[in-house]
């Protein structure tokens, strides 16, 4: 049982993982290479999508990751995984006090209403979620490295 929560746990997150690496380095180099007011209309719909569902997706991967660490405890591996979740959390912390409060002001922008600093508020998300991208990635291989 130990070893399908370990899976289903990996899975569930490192898709997450996925999701947050594409936004990054697929995603958004997409939308700002549009023409005109379409980069921004679409990072306004990605932030309200991807705003309603990363919540639970964060704290889903958190609770499943602090069961595999109690249910794991005296087994092999489980400073990985206590250490994984910790970043995991540090991701969160980061999201809420950092990248949240950008995000919930840009999903709300049109061409109209939009900020003049609106580019440097999006570059700064941007910065903040380089480094949140690369936390997701070493906690991601702290947990696929407890799995071995």
């Known amino acids: ?4 929560l370990e899976v ?3 899975v569930v997150f490192g898709v997450m993982v996925g999701v ?8 958004n180099p997409i939308l700002n290479a549009l023409p005109e007011d379409s980069g921004q209309l679409g990072h306004a719909h990605g932030g309200r999508m991807l705003g309603a569902v990363m919540p639970f997706w964060y704290i889903g991967s958190l609770v499943l990751v ?12 489980t400073g990985l995984v206590v250490t994984a979740g910790a970043l995991l959390l540090v991701s969160v912390i980061m999201s809420l006090l ?3 409060p950008i995000n919930n002001r840009n999903k709300t922008w049109t061409p109209e209403n939009r900020p ?3 580019k440097e508020q999006m570059n700064r998300w941007n910065r903040f979620h380089y480094v949140r991208v690369a936390i997701l990635i070493a906690a991601f291989a702290l947990l ?3 799995l071995v």
Do not use: K, R
């Open 1 to 4: 049982m130990l070893n399908a």
């Open 116 to 118: 003049a600093d609106w």
């Open 20 to 27: 947050e690496f594409s936004v990054a380095f697929v995603m």
């Open 8 to 10: 289903f746990a990996t």
């Open 98 to 100: 950092l990248l949240v």
């Open 144 to 146: 696929v490295a407890a």
């Open 66 to 77: 602090g069961i595999w660490a109690i249910a794991g405890w005296h087994h092999h591996g």
